[in-house]
């Protein structure tokens, strides 16, 4: 069977130095197949939810990668074999072109297209389903990275609407190994800000290209020059 090979987006850390060379982009170097990436993925977000106080995924075993056109993975637990199934989030991006896309997004219609992700593995797994499945939403490309007012508004939206999995997050890899996982589902609600969700929702978010840092005038550091 042919491996499923898909676009990669650019991501990555930018090192800066003090007075010596110019800021140095350094792009992951992320993989074209898919179960390559899932595997990324998963594995980055396990890595940061080992180090969190009380570990998002508590896992009794290694993960199983499953063949495509399937759950992506099987998650040994104490409580059981439970599933683990990942997302892409993409927002406006035309015939798969992470070029073409803006880096400015309105909150609420980035919030309404990862809804729209939820409901549609929602929908596809269905509410009646026997299977214990978690959901891990992740960004590769730096245009489409959720602002802290998306994550906000997707826990809340998290706690008001139906919907059945045992755990949603989000997670957006920094390096091949490192990045950060969000947790929406579940969430202490008295950690939810309060807020009035249809300004938050009205709010634009521009993101920076990580590959356009500048040296700073003084030497000692570097500017972030965003596109017009």
Not at 13 to 20: F, Y
Not at 52 to 61: I, Q, R, T, V, W
Request: aromatic share 10%.
């Amino acid at each position: 069977m042919t491996t499923h090979e898909k676009p990669t987006g650019t991501n990555g850390p930018v090192r800066i130095t003090g007075g010596g060379p110019p800021p140095q982009f350094q792009a992951v170097p992320f993989p074209c197949s898919k179960p390559e990436m899932e595997a990324l993925i998963l594995r980055g977000a396990l890595k940061f939810s080992a180090g969190m106080e009380k570990p998002f995924y508590s896992l009794a075993g290694e993960p199983i990668q499953n063949k495509e056109n399937d759950l992506d993975f099987q998650l040994p637990t104490a409580s059981g074999l439970q599933h683990l199934d990942q997302a892409e989030i993409v927002h406006s991006m035309h015939q798969g072109d992470y070029a073409g896309a803006p880096n400015r997004y309105r909150v609420g219609d980035m919030v309404d297209t990862v809804w729209g992700v939820i409901q549609a593995k929602e929908k596809k797994y269905g509410e009646r389903r026997k299977l214990a499945v978690h959901l891990l939403l992740y960004s590769v490309d730096w245009r489409f990275l959720l602002s802290e007012s998306c994550i906000g508004l997707l826990r809340a939206y998290c706690l008001r609407r139906k919907q059945h999995f045992v755990s949603i997050a989000y997670y957006a890899p920094i390096t091949v190994d490192e990045g950060i996982l969000w947790p929406l589902d579940p969430f202490d609600p008295a950690s939810l800000p309060h807020v009035d969700e249809a300004t938050v929702r009205n709010n634009v978010v521009t993101n920076g290209n990580p590959a356009m840092f500048t040296p700073a005038p003084n030497g000692m550091g570097a500017e972030l020059r965003f596109d017009k």
